[in-house]
């Protein structure tokens, strides 16, 4: 029981923060039909403007600072880089963006060097938060359970509720209709990608402290936001919610799981190779939510809640 507690609050909060990196993600392609490669790269951002600010000041300025100041990077890339590109065609704006990842890698590495740095949970946080059979659950993990659904709020009321969310969203499906209104379309796509990778950096800001932050961060966490992406449905927030608490339930509760394939065929009455029966269901963990995009694919293109096929 203990472990199904844990593994569920922790596959809940780690869902959440890939919705966090994927909902950006798909609010970009949604708008503009760009599969952004860089995206993992403004959550890396994100954790080391954090990390900054930290230091000179405190995690609640950086976490207040550190997304916006990702935000206006990313409306820099898309006015002077993304903008020009696009004339181009998708794949020269695929081939930038894998660009401007490698790019984005190379500066954090010369700037704060290639190995980790001592990005902290705060003091107020660094607390467990209450104790289930035996075991303390962190309260930093409470807060990113918080700010993870205040953005899901935010982002629902602002697309929902907001004249400048129905003009966002006209502009997803009919840009040159919003265009001949009177809108400025350019600046829309702009203030989305912007958006976008301000979402991408608080997920780098609230996950930074509590995982590794390294120049790999980007490489690690860019598959799995892209199998969130294409699980949940291209260019659906729904699909993408529903994905990233999938895949996040899925690792965690796999994680879990100690019992090897002998195990498990021997209860059923079953034989394996030895090499097949000393595969334990936690080593599978990091495979699961790729294992997942291939189902997916073959069955079920577009997605779990995708109006698209890939």
């Known amino acids: 029981m203990e472990t199904i507690v844990f593994a569920l609050l922790n596959g809940v909060i780690y869902g959440l923060l890939l919705f966090m990196l994927s909902s950006g993600l798909t ?31 405190s995690f609640w300025i950086a976490l207040f600072i550190a997304p916006v100041l990702v935000g206006l990077v990313g409306a820099v890339v898309e006015r002077y880089g993304l903008r020009k590109v696009h004339a181009n065609g998708h794949v020269a ?44 659950f962190p309260a930093y993990r409470i807060f990113m359970l918080f700010v993870a659904i205040g953005m899901l709020v935010g982002l629902w009321v602002l697309l929902k509720k907001t004249r400048a969310g129905l003009i966002i969203q006209a502009a997803l499906t009919h840009p040159h209709m919003v265009g001949h209104l009177g809108h400025n379309v350019p600046l829309i796509f702009m203030t989305v990608f912007g958006i976008g990778c301000a979402l991408a950096g608080l997920a780098g800001v609230i996950g930074g402290n509590i995982f590794v932050t390294d120049p790999a961060m980007a490489v690690q966490m860019g598959p799995i936001v892209f199998v969130v992406v294409v699980v949940g449905g291209i260019g659906s927030l729904e699909g993408a919610f529903l994905a990233s608490l999938l895949i996040g339930l899925l690792q965690n509760f796999a994680v879990g799981i100690s019992a090897s394939f002998g195990e498990i065929f021997g209860f059923l009455g079953l034989s394996t190779t030895s090499e097949l029966g000393s595969i334990t269901i936690s080593s599978l963990a990091p495979m699961l939510p790729f294992l997942l995009l291939v189902l997916m694919l073959i069955f079920r293109p577009r997605g779990l809640m995708g109006e698209q096929e890939l």
Request: cysteine-free; aromatic content about 20%; hydrophobic content about 50%.
């Open 27 to 57: 609010l970009i392609f949604s708008m503009m039909g760009v599969l952004n490669f860089a995206h993992a790269s403004f959550y890396m951002l994100g954790a080391y403007f954090a990390f900054t600010i930290s230091g000179s000041s």
């Open 93 to 136: 704006e695929l081939l930038f963006t894998f660009g401007l990842a490698y790019l984005i890698e190379e500066v954090v590495k010369i700037v704060y060097g290639k190995t980790s740095v001592d990005y902290r949970i705060p003091d107020l946080l660094d607390f467990p938060a209450f104790t289930i059979y035996g075991a303390s």
